[in-house]
């Protein structure tokens, strides 16, 4: 169906208003009303691209067409984060302020890459940056700047990294220098895999990376660490960064940060401390001994998108020292000078244009405020502990991991295998074991199928473990209720 | 003034609707009314951080002090590109369906991570990329994922570039490594500087960026880039890519992409297109030849939110071989295996979190269609060659580069100045050329202080240019005039 489409220029502002109001309706039932949809899509390969056109259309559509082609094509084909099942990964739940303050920044179109193109956006960043900061119980020196993800937070901290070891990387590079020394940056076996992608991308390459072991809770073993860089260093390595986490992505372990600063400070190696999920925690003022040495940290991630109640997408990226990321970033063309003594954050990145999402993160600390999100963070980390509790006293499951934070590692292990196990010599044990795999794959498809709940799993110390993470803000004891008593209920049917 | 926020969970459905609603109205009105704010914000540095609180609320604050806050202390503080007269770099200019569409992205809140963790997104982006492709009149073989802008899809492409060196840098890294030989990337004095930014991130430095000189209209100098190549391989370097411009960000020349090519099949050099903002002239196909030996390039960034009436971000990165892209960057760890054999857009970059960016881009490519599309990029098009005109037939300015798109470079440079610089020695000339920068600085703050434009600078050839970029959806005829009354205007006051 075609439309009155003008010749030129935009749709109209009517237009606007008329399916700007259809889309708060359907998004207000959608929030309203989660349970009309799956939460993981039952669609597979090619289902949604069947339905599309090969080619682009010629003429105009009508905004009634295609809001109507979302509802039937795209939206069957969704996988629904929002949702409070989403117990998969890390969820990522956008909040009614949050969204809101989305709207705005997509209506206004703002781009903050300097101060002058909207000096509100860049000081609304910087002041929102500094109350997280505060929220956090981190002291002043800390410098923010938001990026879209850890994924890009990351990589710009081994940027920095690498040039503070005065080596001329920026000017000269590192290729065809046979005066450099290998680089090496240490990281744990359970840091995330974008710290080693960003390793591949600033040229310090996989084998740059030494992974550290963990002790028994997936923490990274600081002796086995300061072993390591000595090791090294007689090697002929030139050690240069250590990436500590709170709150790993498979178990939400808690790297030991106290301990790892000093080894960093004994070498003046760049401490990096990744946060993404877990150190969001520490806005609930009694769980901020998790974030313990990390005011000795050059740097930190921690991502309101995750754990803040914030739409994809808002990383907020800490500094102590902003002035070497702007040395190490910083390339100013005529057509981009200006000459106001502000702080441009396109000197502090990558990235040039950047979307105002300073707003959104305003409007959640506001409407929440500092002490209702605590209260939310608390009661994720609450529910947590009663998963986890009501997991030890089934003697069908068994906990895999400790649960420092609101995320539950576990398997299901009838008590009639558990039980063998115990007896069982290497032989039967793997035979037994790959059973158990086998049982929990097919436990979390059958609790995925259900489309109530959608969970993930990974592997630890070798073994499939169904993970359940909390931190979305319309999940609540129920929810996690009903995702336990699909488990056990499909435990009970799949292991006869 | 506090509301009743719930002790947990997210607010209700209920204010989201109300709010919602209000912001409908209130964007609307902010789109039929722009003349209701100055262009360029007056704000002054620290005036907007003035008045917020130092330290974040304790307490939950009403969503209507919040949005009454957003008009009377942000609102002063934007620069405004969502207006007809914001006229400066490249403007970015959110149309209605691009709106509407950015808004469901943000109620959904889908992470276009993973294939599974929502088919639709990453097959509309497979999809809407494909349209996108065809409606640049690009063969297939092209394959096309979405980044946040330009300013990463550049430093994609190098590292790829890399990566195809067969020197196993992924693994291996640079430092240290004796045997490798120091790396050329090759693009012109007019190249975007995120290009030699992303040969700082990728570790190849500065020094390993070479500058090919450009020619009177500002496209690379093939000849020269020939001749620099040989030199650096009998200087022992290592060539391996070259970055062409389709529309150069201070004049918008277009380099000699064919015969760039041709230069990079003798020397096996990946050939990277930044055609950010003028690739995407293409769209009317009367303008194809802009992407003339395109199709033998490695790779092209072309940005829809730059002239495709998308809110940022969205930029579209092609490869034509998306395996070489994979091979770069996929890094899987056990959380993230899935078993589909499907396209999983967190392998082809380096960011994991992705935003759902397709949906806009399908709610605009629908709303305008082919044709409505081309027809406003052949108006901006025909603006540009509108004011270049005026430019050429007033004896008081003149044009500082050819206009091959919808960007004019020009200045003031009235009769008496012109007359006198025909025959002044070199001392006298300078002094001119001084007085006329100034002249035109003056100008550009004359006329953005009205507010009803907004103009930035560049310098060409060492000399202070107007730069009037032309591809905002609500930029019209009477807009240009406009901006050209006023420059005239404040000229004959400023030239006294």
Redesign the interface.
Same mark, same amino acid.
């Given at each position: 169906m075609e439309h009155n489409?003008p010749? #030129?220029?935009?749709?109209?502002?009517?237009?606007?208003?008329r399916?700007?109001?259809q889309?708060?309706?359907?998004?207000?039932?959608?929030?309203?009303h989660p349970e009309q949809y799956p939460v993981?899509?039952p669609?597979?390969?090619?289902?949604?691209?069947a339905q599309?056109p090969?080619?682009?259309?010629?003429?105009?559509?009508s905004?009634e067409?295609?809001l109507a082609d979302?509802e039937n094509?795209?939206?069957?084909?969704?996988?629904?984060?929002?949702q409070p099942g989403f117990l998969?990964?890390f969820s990522?739940?956008?909040?009614?302020?949050g969204?809101?303050g989305?709207?705005?920044s997509?209506? #206004?179109?703002?781009?903050a890459m300097l101060?002058?193109?909207?000096?509100?956006?860049t000081?609304?960043e910087?002041?929102t940056l500094?109350? #997280?900061r505060?929220?956090l119980g981190l002291p002043a020196g800390f410098h923010g700047v938001i990026t879209?993800?850890?994924?890009?937070s990351s990589?710009l901290a081994l940027?920095v990294a690498?040039e503070r070891l005065g080596l001329d990387?920026?000017?000269?590079?590192?290729?065809?220098?046979?005066e450099?020394? /290998?680089?090496r940056l240490y990281i744990s076996a359970e840091t995330?895999?974008?710290v080693?992608?960003?390793?591949?991308?600033?040229?310090?390459?996989?084998?740059?990376v030494r992974a550290v072991p963990v002790d028994q809770e997936f923490r990274m073993d600081v002796t086995a660490l300061a072993r390591a860089i000595e090791e090294d260093l007689a090697a002929?390595w030139?050690p240069f960064a250590v990436v500590a986490t709170v709150g790993t992505?498979?178990t939400t372990s808690i790297d030991p940060v106290p301990e790892i600063a000093a080894i960093c400070q004994k070498h003046d190696l760049w401490l990096h401390v990744d946060g993404a999920y877990g150190g969001m925690a520490a806005v609930a003022p009694e769980m901020r001994h998790i974030l313990a040495g990390v005011e000795q940290a050059d740097s930190l991630v921690v991502n309101p998108?995750k754990w803040l109640?914030l739409?994809?997408?808002c990383s907020a990226f800490y500094v102590r020292d902003p002035h070497l990321l702007r040395r190490?970033?910083s390339?100013?063309?005529?057509? #981009?000078q200006t000459s106001?003594?502000?702080t441009n954050y396109m000197d502090w990145g990558?990235?040039?244009?950047?979307?105002f999402r300073a707003?959104k993160l305003?409007?959640v600390?506001?409407?929440?405020?500092?002490?209702?999100l605590a209260?939310?963070l608390r009661?994720h980390l609450r529910l947590g502990q009663l998963l986890a509790n009501w997991v030890d006293a089934d003697p069908d499951f068994e906990r895999l991991a400790p649960t420092p934070l609101s995320t539950v590692c576990f398997r299901a292990c009838p008590g009639d295998v558990a039980a063998r196990l115990t007896q069982a010599g290497p032989e039967e044990a793997a035979g037994l074991e790959a059973y158990l795999d086998r049982l929990n794959e097919a436990l979390i498809e059958a609790a995925n199928a259900t489309g109530e709940i959608y969970l993930?799993?990974?592997?630890l110390h070798g073994r499939y473990t169904i993970?359940l993470a909390i931190n979305n803000? /319309?999940t609540?004891e129920a929810t996690v209720a009903r995702a336990w008593e699909l488990l056990r209920e499909a435990a009970g049917r799949l292991h006869a």
């Open positions: 489409v010749a #030129l220029g935009d749709l109209s502002p009517d237009e606007f208003r399916y700007g109001h889309i708060v309706e359907w998004v207000a039932e959608y929030l309203e993981l899509s669609s597979r390969p090619g289902e949604v691209t599309l090969i080619a682009p259309p010629e003429r105009p559509e905004l067409t295609i979302f094509v795209i939206l069957p084909g969704l996988t629904h984060w929002n998969a990964y990522s739940s956008a909040s009614v302020p969204i809101l989305e709207w705005l997509a209506g #206004l179109n703002v781009n101060w002058r193109t909207s000096p509100a956006a000081e609304l910087n002041v500094d109350w #997280l505060q929220m879209d993800g850890a994924s890009m990589p940027a690498r990387i920026r000017n000269q590079g590192m290729a065809g220098r046979s450099l020394p /290998r680089l995330h895999s974008s080693e992608k960003g390793a591949i991308v600033v040229g310090i390459g996989r084998q740059g002929g030139r992505t498979a998108h109640f739409p994809v997408d190490t970033f390339l100013v063309p005529d057509y #981009l106001e003594e502000v990558v990235q040039l244009g950047r979307r707003l305003w409007w600390i506001r409407a929440f405020g500092h002490e209702g209260a939310r009661e993930s799993g990974t592997r993970r803000v /319309r609540n």
